[in-house]
């Protein structure tokens, strides 16, 4: 990975400072708003002196690293739009957060989240947010979740969700929602609400059925793209699959799957067993 | 034994005039309108004082009749009970009529008077305490006497200070009543009650009933003619403004209010739409400014309500509309692109931010990528991804390396 330069040792003290630092210094220096310290080896803010004072900034990027937590003033940098942690060993978030006025993007993807804070939902103006690779679940959303009304995309992909709470049609601007690789047994009919939604991704869950209400979605536009593979579909399902999105959604409005629907819900089959191994996933490094 | 009818020796129960004759009517009438006396017209009422000293001292002075020398006693008999007097007997002269000293007593306790203080009724003399228990008037309100002052109405009596609004508590001795509803009220609760009535408001300035259009200000409502144009100065009619200093704020005390002409040359917004002035809310865009469900999509013709609209050649559009019409919104930024269009993904970008999402690097369209969830990550990001990671993406052929897409316009 990172090799020390040999001829570090004949540098005056003082300019022997990390890569982390030298960005900063600079970006300070020509008043960068966007600040790049993606893969610059830092575990601590505290490596990053000053930091915590740019309030100038737009842009923070600290991707790749080994951040393992998040200061809670990080919220003092209230110019932040858009914050990428992603691939960090972050197991747990401060609830300023939420309070920042004008971040529109937030990046956690690949990290160590087994729970979102209290009140995570708050955030004002939040448009983007990826929670991709991380460990949490239906229990570990806090209350507030699904009232960051102003979503277009929610990354949920490669987390630990068994069901999505009903309340994810408040999320009205949603456009984006990724599950692809969780534990799903049943998707909610309230997902068949978001009127804006053209990416769904459950791929790799244990879907067996869907509801007919997905099929008001408009599924077959050239901007969508719903992925479905790797689920225990019934036989219907799987064969309209197979024949294309668009046949699958004219099925989901036909009165013939609405029959089978409500027939299978009565019948209550049993649940598949989870058919991803996600036990090698590096976020349940404690 | 003689009755001896004295009437000047003790005060009179007060008799009740007619209301106009009353002194408290009499005041009105002579500094108040026709209005105001009509207005009294409603109840009996009057302010005659009740005194509990007899009216007139003089009178009253009981003289002891010790040395009548030049009158014989044997002309002398006692007011009460007829007899003679007898040598040496104390005799009691009060106005002009004499009595034994046993006989000057209360009619109810035969006692002798206080201080030689009596009240007389009917022709008998009674004692202070027997007089109020006989015949003072009771207060209504409070259950005791009333000495001095009675404010006769509503069928009983009353301290002055005891006759109060039966809504708001105000004393209404010397500022009348109407009688409302088996109640005794005041002009302004009276007026109140009569306006919920009539579905009509009371003006909050003067307290009467607004018959034609009110004028609304700072949360109340007025008779318009109460105020004055804030520019020009004129008198003003239920057309007035009110100008909201502080647009947004709930709290309307700095309002201020203009004739419909000087609020007209202030400025105030006019509707793109319908061309009239806004008061409310107002959405600026495209130059103009909009009444909020005037603002509507130039396709579909829905208001936006604060939703996103989008703008092209002066018209305003919903979302759906302008991507059915026009094309691309970049993923990264949301807005418009305006020039170059990245597409990838089943998304598009502006050329500022087609970009890796995981080291934030901008991309071109030589760079490689690849895709994770349809974003876009570069090679090195994707090296860099958790190795089991990799391997289920592979596993789900969804790890083709891509090139970027070619911009086009
Ligand atoms: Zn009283
Ligand atoms: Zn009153
Ligand atoms: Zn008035
Ligand atoms: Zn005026
Ligand atoms: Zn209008
Ligand atoms: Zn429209
Ligand atoms: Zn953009
Ligand atoms: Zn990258």
Redesign the interface.
Known sequence: METAPSSVSCLPHQTKMSKAKKVLEEAREIQNPEL?L??KGVATFEEMPGLLNMTNIT?L?L??NRLKSVPPGLANLTNLE?I?L??NQIEDLPLSLSSMPKLR?L?L??NRLYTLPRGFGAFPVL?IL?L??NNLKEDSLPGNFFMMETL??L?L??NDFEKLPPEIKNLKNLE?L?L??NDLIELPKEIGELS?L??L?V??NRLTIIPPELGNLDMSS????FRF??NEWVQPIADQLQLGINHLQDYLRSETYRILYNRYLTNKPPVPPPC?DKA????RIR | MMMVNQKDASPRIPRLGAIENSSLAQRRASKGSKDDLSYYRYEEYDNVPLTPKPINEQSLKVSWVTNIANMSRDNMLCSKCGEGFEAQEKIVNSTGQLWHQQCFVCAQCFREFADGVFYEYDGRKYCEHDFHVLFAPCCQRCGTFIIGRVIKAMNSSWHAECFRCEMCQLELADTGFIKNGGRALCHECNAKVKAIGLGKYVCHKCHSMIDDQPLKFRGEVYHPYHFNCTACGVELDANAREVRNRPGLAKNDTNELYCLRCHDKMGVPICGACRRPIEERVVTALGKHWHVEHFVCAKCEKPFFGHRHYEKKGLAYC?THY?QLFGNLC??C?QVIAGDVFTA???AWCVHHFAC?????KMNQKTKFYE????PVCKK?YE???K??RN?LRR?HEATPRRAPTPSD
Not at chain 1, 222 to 225: D, E, F, P, R, V
Not at chain 2, 357 to 361: A, G, N, W, Y
Not at chain 2, 372 to 375: P, Q
């Open positions: 790049d993606f893969d842009r990027t991707s790749l858009i990428n992603a691939n993007i990046n993807s690949i448009e990826d991709t690779y277009r995309a990354y992909g490669d984006i990724g692809r690789e804006r053209r990416e991704h791929q790799g050239n901007k969508a793209a593979e790797g991803v090698k996933k590096v976020s | 979302e991507h993923h990264h949301n993904l089943n998304k999402s995981v080291c934030d690097q994770c969830d349809l974003k990001c860099r991804f958790p089991e990671l289920r789900q």
